[in-house]
């Protein structure tokens, strides 16, 4: 999480549930972090601070158009993960969560996250 261009929280843990895709696994993460997302917004407004937007930078498409139209894009291989998707997807309608694509070239915290390799074919 930044505020202007400095960190004020980072973070790198391993997952508490196996999941069946990377898209799951994207949901299952931003689902685990939005409280701490949403509970930054609240402190921040509350010591009068205008917070203006809270964007949420994914490079997996699929969990972006999951996240966006909820229950619509809902099928037999992601029932399962309906009640993570819903409460992001309420959040975004909300305005206090956005969600953008970042590619995963310019993704930073993937430095931190991942084995370095040598030039990207």
């Known amino acids: 999480m930044s505020l202007g261009k400095g960190v004020i929280l980072a973070g790198s843990k391993k997952q508490k549930i196996n999941t069946k895709s990377t898209a799951e696994s ?11 997302i949403l509970w930054t917004n609240y402190f921040m407004a509350e010591q009068g601070y205008k917070v ?15 996240e966006m139209n909820g229950k619509q894009l809902s099928s037999k291989w992601t029932r399962h ?4 998707i819903f409460f992001i997807k309420d959040r975004i309608d909300s305005g206090e969560i956005t969600i953008k ?3 995963t070239e310019d993704m930073v915290t993937d430095y931190f996250t991942k084995p370095l390799q040598g030039s990207q074919f």
Do not use: G, K
């Not at 994207?26 to 701490?36: A, G, H, K, T």
């Not at 993960?81 to 993570?84: P, S």
């Open 101 to 103: 694509y970042c590619p």
């Open 26 to 36: 994207e949901i299952v993460r931003v689902d685990d972090f939005s409280c701490q």
């Open 81 to 84: 993960m309906n009640i993570r």
């Open 52 to 66: 203006i937007e809270t964007a949420v930078f994914q490079y997996n498409q699929s969990a972006i158009l999951l």
